[in-house]
Nanobody, 123 residues
C-alpha cells in the first residue's frame, strides 16, 4: 500500500530556507514521476513542482522558479524540496504525491495522502 510521509517543515523568517523531504514506501517509487503541492489554509491545492522518475528533469510553477529545487533519491525512496528565499506567501502545508495520481486523489477527495508538513514564514 502506498505510503507517503512529508517532513522538514517549520517556522522561518522571510529570506530563510528549508528542505522538505517525502519518504515513500509501498510502491515502485523509482518508476513514478513525483509532484510537490501545497495548500494554503482555506484554499485548494497548488502545484509546486514535478520531477521525472529518473530525477533528471524537474519542473516548477513560475512562482517558484529560481527559489525552489526538487530532487530525489530513488535508492532511498525520498523526494526533496529545497526552498530558498522563503516569503510569507509561501506559508502553507506541503504535500508530495505521484504525478499520475494526485489529480484523481484531489478530485475524488480520497487517496494515499501523507500528513503534509507545515511551513510558516513570518518575521
Amino acid at each position: 500500500q502506498m505510503h507517503l510521509v512529508e517532513s522538514g517543515g517549520g517556522s522561518v523568517q522571510p529570506g530563510g530556507s528549508l528542505r522538505l523531504a517525502c519518504q515513500a514506501s509501498g510502491f515502485a517509487f523509482h518508476a513514478h514521476a513525483m509532484t510537490w503541492l501545497r495548500q494554503v489554509a482555506g484554499k485548494g491545492l497548488e502545484w509546486v513542482s514535478d520531477i521525472t522518475a529518473s530525477g533528471d528533469r524537474p519542473y516548477y510553477a513560475d512562482s517558484f522558479k529560481g527559489r525552489f529545487a526538487t530532487t530525489r533519491n530513488n535508492s532511498e525512496k525520498i523526494l526533496y524540496l529545497q526552498m530558498n528565499n522563503l516569503q510569507p506567501e509561501d506559508t502553507a502545508v506541503y504535500f508530495c504525491a505521484p504525478t499520475s495520481y494526485w489529480r484523481s486523489w484531489r478530485d475524488s477527495g480520497s487517496g494515499s495522502w501523507g500528513p503534509g508538513t507545515q511551513v510558516t514564514v513570518s518575521s
